[in-house]
């Protein structure tokens, strides 16, 4: 017809829309927008690294003493500096960040474990489970935390040593101690996600096809409620850290022959005015260690949060 122009393919043709990217891409396009998150990993992970493989390129000893190179500062032979008795600070640091990490991770464990269990209990029970475990919930955040981690430490510390050996039995105790005290807010973040998902149309549906409560937990309750649960775990990591640090600056912790960041800490009080690297090292890591795990914990709380537009 005269006039008339053919139309290109491009306009006769709809456009072909992008392919949805996988649940996992998508979590990480939208963490990778949290600049200081991902600085943050980056940054744990090197802390990570060097107390795992820094005792390979730095192979000193953490009980070598050299009373002539006490309380010095750092050095190309110390470079962290040497505390009281000459022994070197960043074999010790290196020694004892792992315990430090280790008892974290491990105390973060403990606690996601007992928290979804019982939250998972309560949002499931819709009669008298679900106030006796808000109750002993209720109780458990109630209880001061501090006296009643001397007071475990003071009643089980000795038995479990001769039980587990001295590192261990302590190990052991201190996770314990910490993750079975910390489990409450993933308890009652778990039993409100449970709460909100049970009444979901895609669980109703599951339901009328005859799926039993054990299946409905596993295949589509827990599954849309690990994001929060993530979340909390990884600040957990740090409030364990703290937590074990306070208890070796207290003294009741591991060990004194046994260096962990809090002890390193405890030891350097009383020469803070000669030796203030002694300080500040040990509690330089502690502040990189928890400022990070929080920086990670706000990234995943912003990707895992589909209602956050990024």
């Given at each position: 017809?005269?006039?008339s122009?053919?139309?290109?393919p491009?306009d006769?043709?709809?456009?072909?829309?992008?392919a949805p990217?996988?649940?996992g891409?998508?979590?990480?396009?939208r963490?990778r927008?949290?600049?200081?998150a991902v600085?943050s990993v980056?940054?744990?992970?090197l802390?990570?690294?060097?107390v795992?493989?820094?005792g390979?390129l730095?192979?000193?000893?953490i009980?070598?003493?050299?009373?002539?190179?006490q309380l010095?500062?750092?050095s190309?032979?110390h470079?962290?500096g040497?505390?009281?008795?000459?022994?070197?600070?960043?074999?010790?640091?290196?020694?004892?960040?792992?315990?430090s990490l280790?008892?974290?991770?491990a105390?973060?464990a403990?606690a996601?474990?007992i928290?979804?269990?019982?939250?998972?209990l309560?949002?499931?029970?819709?009669r008298?489970?679900?106030?006796?475990?808000?109750?002993l919930t209720?109780?458990?955040?109630?209880l001061?935390?501090l006296?009643?981690?001397l007071l475990?430490?003071?009643?089980?510390?000795d038995s479990l040593?001769a039980?587990?050996g001295t590192?261990?039995?302590v190990?052991?105790?201190?996770v314990?101690?910490?993750g079975g005290?910390?489990?409450?807010?993933v308890?009652?973040?778990?039993?409100?996600?449970?709460?909100?998902l049970?009444?979901?149309?895609?669980?109703?549906?599951?339901r009328s096809?005859g799926?039993?409560?054990?299946?409905?937990?596993?295949r589509?309750?827990?599954?849309?409620?690990?994001?929060?649960?993530?979340v909390?775990a990884?600040?957990?990591?740090s409030?364990?850290?703290?937590a074990?640090?306070?208890?070796?600056?207290?003294g009741?912790?591991?060990?004194?022959?046994?260096?962990t960041?809090?002890?390193?800490?405890f030891?350097?009080?009383?020469?803070?005015?000669?030796?203030?690297?002694?300080?500040?090292f040990p509690g330089g890591a502690?502040?990189l260690?928890v400022?990070s795990i929080?920086?990670?914990?706000d990234?995943l709380?912003?990707?895992?949060?589909?209602?956050?537009v990024?």
């Amino acid at each position: 017809m005269a006039g008339s122009t053919l139309a290109s393919p491009s306009d006769e043709a709809p456009a072909l829309a992008r392919a949805p990217a996988s649940p996992g891409r998508e979590t990480w396009r939208r963490f990778r927008r949290h600049r200081l998150a991902v600085a943050s990993v980056g940054v744990l992970a090197l802390l990570v690294a060097g107390v795992v493989f820094g005792g390979l390129l730095w192979p000193v000893a953490i009980d070598d003493i050299d009373f002539a190179a006490q309380l010095q500062g750092p050095s190309w032979d110390h470079p962290f500096g040497t505390d009281d008795l000459g022994q070197d600070l960043l074999a010790r640091m290196i020694y004892g960040g792992r315990i430090s990490l280790a008892v974290g991770f491990a105390a973060m464990a403990v606690a996601s474990l007992i928290g979804v269990l019982v939250g998972a209990l309560a949002g499931m029970s819709r009669r008298l489970l679900d106030p006796v475990l808000m109750w002993l919930t209720d109780l458990f955040l109630s209880l001061p935390q501090l006296p009643l981690l001397l007071l475990v430490i003071y009643l089980f510390r000795d038995s479990l040593k001769a039980v587990f050996g001295t590192q261990g039995g302590v190990f052991l105790m201190i996770v314990a101690v910490i993750g079975g005290l910390r489990w409450m807010p993933v308890a009652r973040l778990v039993r409100a996600q449970f709460l909100t998902l049970r009444e979901k149309e895609f669980v109703e549906a599951a339901r009328s096809q005859g799926a039993t409560t054990g299946h409905l937990v596993r295949r589509h309750i827990l599954p849309n409620a690990l994001g929060p649960v993530i979340v909390a775990a990884s600040i957990e990591v740090s409030a364990a850290i703290i937590a074990e640090s306070t208890l070796s600056f207290l003294g009741l912790g591991f060990p004194p022959d046994i260096p962990t960041w809090g002890r390193l800490l405890f030891d350097a009080k009383d020469h803070l005015d000669v030796a203030p690297h002694w300080a500040l090292f040990p509690g330089g890591a502690i502040f990189l260690t928890v400022l990070s795990i929080n920086f990670i914990g706000d990234g995943l709380r912003d990707a895992l949060d589909p209602r956050r537009v990024l």
